[in-house]
């Protein structure tokens, strides 16, 4: 009895992994990885078909309103089909997961009536001034901690990467403190410490500063982008932007671009496989959560949630070996 109720939460647990496999492909940092890294690294997803796949692309689509989905880059998956009939299967799941002009055409339906139903509560703007644009700053600035403080929290930052988290945390800290003195935000320039160019030069090999570097800039650029959306949703007008609302994601969006241009300092190749690894801790993690949770719930046994942990934790060392950004 254990084991049918053991193996039906495997099929729960892989599923959940299956959906934010895809969730996070629709990431512009996880275009173009390859599926057989995660396969490989990531146990619970070992084999899975083209049939799980096709059903936690179609989850997370009709899960998920149409502003806010964004098509998942399948191409991964290119080099694991390898049968015609695997070939074939693929090829239709890319095309269900575009996004096609009925949904386009429902979602801006959507947008249109909660458009109006703002106008008609909105209330007159006021001019921009400098100390309305310094609260919108540091509004943002707020957002992005808390972006940060939640990535940690669900795994999509490793803690582990020490390195990485006390600049990012520094960043944060320090454009708190230029903000509040007027300065715009300009905190990937924080992020170029000279505590971080010592460590790498005493204790990292030239691979090791790779990693550090690609990481730092994937971690920060989506928590600008979740701090960028909240910003959007809940801090600006909905019938437009006000001048200092532009601003002040004008202010991100060049912090962004100056930190992509890292994944430009190294090869493709090389990038590709950093954030492969990234993806397959940052799966882990979420694994490792939810077994945990099954277990607070009274869902599994203690012996059973271990066994899980154990193997997952197992996985983890694997990458942390191989990324080993502290070592």
Request: with cysteine; proline share 1%.
């Amino acid at each position: 009895q254990r084991k049918k109720i053991t193996s039906r939460y495997n099929s729960f647990l892989r599923r959940y992994l299956l959906e934010h496999l895809v969730k996070l492909l629709g990431e512009s940092r996880f275009h173009n990885l390859d599926f057989s890294v995660v396969e490989k690294h990531v146990s619970i997803l070992k084999d899975a078909s083209m049939k799980e796949l096709k059903s936690a692309v179609r989850h997370v689509k009709d899960g998920c309103p149409i502003h806010l989905y964004h098509e998942p880059d399948l191409t991964g998956f290119r080099s694991y089909a390898e049968t015609d009939e695997d070939k074939e299967a693929l090829s239709k799941i890319e095309e269900m997961a575009k996004v096609k002009l009925s949904d386009r055409f429902r979602g801006a339906v959507r947008r249109l009536n909660d458009s109006y139903l703002m106008e008609q509560s909105a209330l007159p703007e006021d001019e921009t001034s400098d100390e309305s644009l310094k609260e919108l700053r540091l509004v943002f600035v707020e957002l992005l901690k808390n972006a940060y403080e939640d990535d940690i929290a669900k795994g999509e930052i490793d803690a582990r990467f020490g390195i990485v988290v006390f600049e990012l945390q520094k960043s944060v800290a320090e454009a708190e403190d230029a903000v509040s003195n007027g300065s715009e935000i300009r905190d990937w320039e924080a992020c170029q410490s000279k505590v971080r160019l010592m460590y790498t030069k005493w204790f990292q090999s030239g691979k090791q500063a790779v990693v550090t570097d690609v990481l730092l800039a994937s971690f920060f650029t989506q928590a600008h982008q979740e701090a960028e959306e909240s910003f959007m949703q809940n801090f600006c007008h909905k019938s437009g932007l006000a001048a200092a609302e532009r601003q002040v994601l004008a202010e991100s969006q060049e912090q962004v671009r100056l930190a992509r241009g890292t994944f430009q300092s190294y090869s493709k190749k090389q990038v590709r496989l950093i954030m492969s690894y990234l993806l397959c801790s940052i799966l882990l993690n979420k694994a490792a959560t939810k077994v945990a949770g099954y277990v607070n719930e009274g869902l599994l046994k203690d012996s059973e949630g271990e066994h899980w942990l154990e193997e997952i934790e197992h996985d983890l060392k694997e990458i942390q070996d191989i990324l080993d950004p502290d070592s």
